[in-house]
């Protein structure tokens, strides 16, 4: 029988099988995964899982798009949360919800009605397709996360603060003027053509909103110096902030953060909070996640495998046996549960250093809309970063202000500080930024995602001690191509084992894989059952 | 009696009163009503109107205003609108609406549920607080408009398209080299201090994300080449396009049109259309306006003024007798009007030049947005302009899409084509952008706003002939100066006599301002007949 045959008995055919073919041999040779995971889980045989029975480990938004995908496949899934939400670190608190962190008091959420904090995730780049597909799939509305307002501010060090109207618009004015100087002295006639001359001069005059002179004397795009009204009161620009005092501003080159390319508009936030999609995913399982069941040991067997865990609320000890495990639990805390792991894999596991981030929310009256300001991000600086406004509930009375949003060795040494200090501290620094409305903050709230229990960190520092392993330049560690490849029946699926392990798009990235390459692996040995009768045992695959 | 008597009888005190005083001096001086008229109306006697019968000749959003702010000062209010509508130009077209232009067959809008078309304005900018104000004072919900997305695209005229996050970083990229090599060849040393090119040489790398050699080699900010995505697979920017090929694309200026002032994040849209606000105004006025009330014939009488209008529906004619008219008929509309304004007002009102402006709309799947478009513009220039996508029902399967908005000369000479041709031609640019989708688009409705009755165009062209009247610059013509004041008991109020015709600020801001010197007016006679007994009469205040 050719291979051929064989995989049209499990309903691939044609272009499909070629396909599919192509794909097995990518993540068979090195376990590695690519990015068409939705045309890779369109691909799989229908019903592939049928009479496999895989245990998920942790319901954050690895393990739950696992479980769903598994579940699509035909695969019998059992979905244990250590946690009653299901949400991973994409948690939404609201009124009444604790917030329990590892050697501080547990802080309890004082909010009023639709006031909520996503104290993880809290925005989706518009090419998360992976994301916002399952939003879409389980009719979870999306609306319009304001990630950049021209009306916030850039606040230096010594506390003078620049409209981003005024910092983006004034530098760029300024860039231009010189630019354009440079360029009519003939100072770059060995770079620039006389053809291109041409026409960048005048791309530079409206660049920079220039005189004709291509001097820059203020724009009207950085704010009016008097506002256009009725009858003849005419509208006049402000007069431009000078480029040394642009310049002396440290948060200057944050008004470039709107550019980088996840954090570009058109951005968004489900409707009511993070967690709203988890909520779709786990009404869409057939069988949602099991709750409060804390997983304790995870053992090979003959067959299969064996997660023994503990229901938290009734201490009954219970043990599921499966075919295979897809564990999505955070390092730190993996490294904890009794495994039969390889000692290599041990090691690894227990050696996977966690970044650090921190958040402080606040209740407010809404006087940052007073100041025109809607949604959007002031950069402050300093060990809390950044003010972020709300997109959501835009115009209402009262609303959720962020008043820290950390990560890195910042944020390390932020967390070392007892928690009303940390809150106190934030709340000094919006009052520093909107003299007068530290004290409009209410019920403060910090969360250190590095004493969250489950969590233990908010991603991995893969490139700790070195550059920042979070969004850019690459991560390819050893430790972390071992982590790609399943151990025996496990597999591991996260964010942390993704190229953005600071996005949820990442962990939905590593999930769809890992699903793809177990359904593979079950699918041949189906195939192979069908030639050779069954041989499948511990590691065998 | 003292003045400061007479004007703590009228409920003035103190501060309030002095402020006022000077305000009137104002107002009473040259009739030009500067920008602060929330405090002015906040200033104005309780009750001032109380026994004065005022009638506002039209419901846009300047007589909607006078209304309303009338009523709150104690004034009877009649509010005559022409139309079955209560809107003027913020026109919400739903399914069903007929499209009525003079010297063109009806066009029946056909849309699917939820689907709406604002056929004239449709934004609202942050510092527009008038309209906000009211719109937060009728509870008339408010979403994000997105006027800016970096998934859309410029178009050159030979087709080529460059998308957003390409023609503004990629463009940055090379004007951030090109500066940091003259700066570092010592080009601008008589204008770049040794310390400012200390800091503005790193900052120029962030800008333009250079690298280590102040050279740009492409950006992730443009763009990815390859995407992150799960395991190993590692992203990586595209390669820059070259200088000349962004200078080539003649919309490329037009990456700065989020940066016009009146185009800045965050921007605003009522949820379900523009006319959301309007309609919350006319559920808030004691008396809502009479609709189908076509004027006919203004007339001052001995002691007031008397309107002439005819019950569309019936064919009845009627007379309101008034103590004042605050009118916002549009000029053209006003011209054909029986008054008896002075013959110089009257040549003046026959002169006002209107603009031209068309938009032209379609229904249709969502094929932008799986582009990852969501919201913002398309630039295409040519006679159309624009491709305007929507904010509103973000992820849903079908919406408006917006393919032609213009003005000007360009769409006086776009307006003479026969509607069917409109259409066609702004389907086949939408086509052209997005390559397959031009046969998507269904139920196209174009609307020509020197066609529509009652409008007869979008706002006066007051430098008609000389440069845009509508946002930049500043009006002041003899003609606009003499519209500012009363003619006798007749007030005129309109976008049209603001330094913003475009926006409804403008009318908000004039109708406030002209309500203010009506207000005062009546106070201050009223006042005098308390001294001296009633003498008012025609032209006589």
Request: proline residues 5%; hydrophobic residues 40%.
């Amino acid at each position: 029988m050719t291979r051929r045959t064989l995989l049209g008995r499990l309903g691939l055919m044609g272009g499909l099988s070629a396909t599919l073919g192509a794909m097995q041999a990518l993540g068979l040779t090195n376990g590695l995964i690519g990015t068409s995971q939705a045309e890779g889980l369109a691909m799989l045989p229908p019903g592939v899982g049928k009479g496999t029975h895989v245990v998920v480990l942790g319901a954050g938004i690895a393990g739950l798009t696992a479980a769903y995908e598994l579940e699509q496949a035909g695969f019998q899934v059992t979905l244990l949360e250590a946690r009653e939400r299901v949400v991973g670190r994409a948690w939404t608190v609201r009124d009444g919800d604790k917030i329990e962190m590892i050697g501080e008091q547990t802080q309890t959420a004082k909010f009023s009605d639709g006031i909520y904090f996503n104290a993880g995730p809290a925005r989706i780049p518009s090419f998360h397709q992976g994301l916002i597909g399952y939003a879409k799939k389980f009719d979870v509305p999306l609306e319009v996360e304001v990630n950049s307002s021209r009306s916030a501010y850039v606040m230096g060090e010594n506390g003078s603060k620049i409209r981003m109207r005024t910092a983006i618009n004034d530098m760029r004015g300024h860039i231009a003027e010189l630019l354009a100087k440079a360029i009519n002295q003939g100072a770059l006639d060995q770079s620039v053509t006389a053809a291109d001359k041409q026409k960048l001069l005048p791309f530079l005059k409206a660049y920079g909103d220039l005189g004709t002179d291509y001097a820059f004397a203020g724009t009207e795009r950085s704010g009016f110096g008097t506002a256009p009204g009725a009858g003849v009161t005419f509208s006049s620009a402000g007069s431009a902030v000078p480029m040394d005092q642009l310049l002396a501003n440290e948060r200057l080159p944050m008004t470039l953060f709107e550019d980088n390319l996840y954090m570009q508009a058109t951005m968004f936030e489900p409707v009511g909070g993070m967690d709203r999609i988890h909520a779709g995913f786990d009404r869409n399982l057939r069988r949602p996640a099991i709750r409060g069941a804390e997983v304790t040991k995870v053992r090979h067997t003959a067959r299969g495998v064996d997660v023994v865990y503990r229901d938290k609320a009734s201490g009954v000890v219970d043990t599921v046996t499966a075919d295979y495990i897809i564990c999505t639990i955070p390092f730190p805390v993996l490294a904890t549960i009794d495994t039969d792991f390889s000692p290599a894999l041990k090691k690894t596991i227990a050696g996977v250093v966690y970044d650090h981030s921190n958040k402080v929310a606040f209740e407010s009256p809404r006087f940052w809309e007073r100041e025109q300001i809607y949604g959007g991000i002031s950069f402050v600086g300093g060990p809390t970063t950044l003010i972020w406004y709300p997109s959501a509930g835009l115009h209402s009375a009262r609303g959720m202000i962020l008043g820290c949003y950390s990560s890195g060795p910042n944020a390390a040494e932020f967390a070392k500080r007892p928690i009303a200090e940390q809150i106190a501290f934030s709340r000094g620094v919006i009052d520093r930024l909107h003299p007068g409305h530290g004290g409009d903050l209410v019920n403060g709230i910090a969360v250190n995602w590095h004493k969250i229990p489950y969590s233990l960190g908010p991603w991995p520092d893969w490139n700790a001690g070195s550059a920042n392993g979070r969004q850019e330049g690459h991560i390819d560690t050893p430790e972390f191509r071992l982590l790609q490849q399943p151990d025996g029946r496990v597999y591991f699926a996260s964010a942390a084992l993704s190229q953005t392990p600071g996005w949820q798009e990442g962990g939905i990235q590593s999930a769809q894989g890992q699903v793809i390459a177990l359904a593979k692996r079950v699918a041949a040995q189906g195939a192979n059952r069908a030639v050779l009768g069954s041989r499948d045992g511990r590691r065998a695959a």
